[in-house]
């Protein structure tokens, strides 16, 4: 295993292990992206897991969620492991985060199974953009999930569902400023 999660393969086949904790989770609107990797075997789920570390998680605007990067803030964040594939199943993902234009950053996270196994494995998750991650995090006081559940759900609006001026950075420093979109 090199490091920030990616496995080298026979054949020359990388993979990319990313930690899920939001919408790409099954039963989430977004895993229907995961979903449609696992059909042309660009994904795998590899079980549900846990960080090591603690990490603040909390729902910003729009009722997305955001895992902020401060280690030893909030709580240890259920999620889950899926292996995909460092070419397309890896870029499809940048994508859909917008790594490229400062929504989120990719960053290497140790995690364990749930099912009680003790191997640690450092792969990558979707941490909030450190441009306001720290802000986000004190603008929800501070107070965090230790999971992104169900009872979400109704908080998440989709990207088409919103007001067509809506822009991801506009809108999360409006949230920053005024607690509110």
Known sequence: MAEGGVEHRAG?????????????????????????????????????????????????????????NLPGSGTRIHGELYSVSSGLGLAR????????????????????????????????????????????WKRCGEEGLSEYGVDMVNNYVRREDRPPESNFILDIQKFISQGKI
């Open 93 to 136: 993902l940048d994508e859909l985060e917008g790594i490229d234009r400062g929504h989120y950053e990719r960053l290497p996270v140790a995690v364990a199974a749930e099912c009680g196994g003790e191997r640690v494995r450092v792969v990558d998750a979707y941490f909030a953009h450190r441009e306001f991650g720290e802000a986000l």
């Open 12 to 68: 020359g086949d990388d993979v990319s292990l990313i930690f899920v904790y939001g919408t790409l989770k099954r039963g989430f609107y977004n895993h229907k992206l995961i979903d449609a990797l696992i059909r042309t075997t660009d994904a795998a789920f590899l079980g549900p897991h846990t960080t090591v570390e603690s990490f603040p998680l909390v729902c910003g605007p729009h009722g997305i969620p955001y895992l902020i």
